[in-house]
């Protein structure tokens, strides 16, 4: 009697709105404009007059949302904060980026996804473009092109090399990740008019992360702690 309750009772979660939990896997890309691994200077420096923009980026390689297969799909955000986002409560708004090649009900259900687990991160939506994406990632580089729009060219961060002396790690990545490298931003520029300034970054900085991530399931939008 025990085993038919469990099954009766599974059965019964599965077919309610929102009980679909399938995992949904990728790739991802953090860029910010401050030091996440940097020398106390540059923190204290940066915490206060910096770090107000960012651009993150998903590539989801297998799994479905709301039914919806995402394999293939990208999607990115360009956001920028009141302050720096590093500390994790700044107001913030962001631009979407949806993928041009994918359907529409992809991109729909990407954006819902990201607003459902990474709301409170990407802040209010004050703009939502279709567009090309261009998202590539290997062992040890990673980048992110919105031709004309957008870039971000990262490598591994080579320590301490790429560091000044005495530098530490002052911020994990802004999202759970399943295992990623401490990125060296080589390049990042914004070009778009929504938040009336645009940002192009051409001196190297370890402002970022690239890796993978796993979300299991329904789970709430999260600003992770500083």
Known sequence: MRYLILVVTGAFAAALPGAQTQTVE???????SNHVHGCYCEWSGESVTTGNEATLAWRFRRGAYEGVDLAGVRIAAVIKGDATLSQG???RKSVLMLDKAA?????????RLLA?????????????????IEFSREADRAALT???????????AQLP???LPGA???????????????????NTAYKGTEFNYRWN???????????????DGRKPSRVPPS
């Open 89 to 91: 409560n700044a107001a």
């Open 103 to 111: 359907t529409e009900a992809q991109r729909q259900a990407s954006a």
């Open 146 to 156: 919105v031709p004309g729009l957008l870039n971000v060219e990262m490598r591994k």
């Open 116 to 132: 459902e687990h990474f709301g409170d991160l990407i802040g209010a939506v004050i703009g939502r473009l279709t567009l090309d």
């Open 26 to 32: 990728g790739d991802y890309i953090e860029d910010r």
């Open 201 to 215: 970054i051409s001196d190297p900085g370890t402002r970022g992360y690239f890796g993978t991530f796993r979300l």
């Open 168 to 186: 530490i790690r002052w911020y994990d990545p802004f999202i759970a990740l399943e295992e990623y490298e401490l990125g060296t931003t080589l």
């Open 161 to 163: 090399d790429d560091a």
